[in-house]
Nanobody, 118 residues
């Protein structure tokens, strides 16, 4: 079982920045591929960014590339999402997700709210 705990959300003005963190426990962190998703009110959950186990490869939703940066620190069992140039449409609950190659089950955190005011 993997436990994921997100933090770092909050209220920020448009154009501002936030860094989200997701701390993992219960499995060797370097075994896990990590992703961020978000869900805005009334919308489906959508992919934001992903990072491989070593951190060597990252992937982003096309609309977010250049503003958001995913990174990880395997020594701290933590994945980060740096968000810059925030827009009101970035307002959502941001979720951390973990999966392990060869294992069907994936894991979700409880989410952290990000609100961007105009």
């Amino acid at each position: 079982q993997v436990e994921l705990v997100e933090s770092g959300g909050g209220l920020v003005q448009a154009g501002g920045s936030l860094r989200l963190s997701c701390a993992a426990s219960g499995r060797t962190f370097s075994y896990l591929n990590m992703k961020w998703f978000r869900q805005a009110p009334g919308k489906e959950r959508e992919f934001v960014a992903a990072i491989t186990r070593s951190g060597a490869v990252t992937n982003y939703a096309a609309s977010l590339k250049g503003r958001f940066t995913i990174s990880r620190d395997n020594a701290k069992n933590t994945v980060y999402l740096e968000m810059n140039g925030l827009k009101p449409e970035d307002t959502a609950v941001y979720y951390c997700n973990a999966d392990e190659p060869g294992v069907v089950q994936s894991y979700w955190g409880q989410g952290t709210q990000v609100t961007v005011s105009s």
